[in-house]
C-alpha cells in the first residue's frame, strides 16, 4: 500500500502560479510513474502530467503543455506540479496518484490516489 499527500493547494488569480507537492510518506516511488489528474465537479477525471521515477521522464497534457511541470525530487522523495499562466479553467481538485504499471494517461490504472488538493483560479 502506497499513502499519497498532496499539498500546495489554494486560491489564485488567472495568470498566477502554484506549485502542488506530492509525498509518499515511508515509501520511496522507486518503480513508479506518478501522475497528477484533475477533475471538477460532473467530469472525469483528467490527466494533466506524470513523470517516470526511474529516469524522469515526463508527459503532458495537451491543454496544460507550455503551462505546466512536473519534477522530482529524489532526495526528498516528492514529486512536484509547477502551475504558471492559470487559467479560470485550470479550476478543479488535483490528485496525485502512482502505479507500477508504467502507465501514463489511464487513469482507472493507477493503483494509488491521494486525497485531492483544490486549486481555485479567479478570473
Known amino acids: 500500500q502506497v499513502q499519497l499527500v498532496e499539498s500546495g493547494g489554494g486560491l489564485v488569480q488567472a495568470g498566477g502560479s502554484l506549485r502542488l507537492s506530492c509525498a509518499a510518506p515511508?515509501?520511496?516511488?522507486?518503480?513508479?510513474?506518478i501522475g497528477w489528474f484533475r477533475q471538477t465537479p460532473g467530469k472525469e477525471r483528467e490527466f494533466v502530467a506524470a513523470?517516470?521515477?526511474?529516469?524522469?521522464?515526463?508527459y503532458y497534457a495537451d491543454s496544460v503543455k507550455g503551462r505546466v511541470t512536473i519534477s522530482r525530487d529524489t532526495a526528498k522523495n516528492m514529486v512536484y506540479l509547477h502551475m504558471n499562466s492559470l487559467k479560470f479553467e485550470d479550476t478543479a481538485v488535483y490528485y496525485c496518484?502512482?502505479?507500477?504499471?508504467?502507465?501514463?494517461?489511464?487513469?482507472?490504472?493507477?493503483?494509488?490516489w491521494g486525497q485531492g488538493t483544490q486549486v481555485t483560479v479567479s478570473s
Open positions: 515511508g515509501r520511496t516511488f522507486s518503480g513508479f510513474i
Open positions: 496518484a502512482a502505479n507500477n504499471r508504467l502507465v501514463v494517461r489511464d487513469s482507472s490504472l493507477y493503483e494509488y
Open positions: 513523470i517516470n521515477w526511474s529516469g524522469g521522464r515526463t
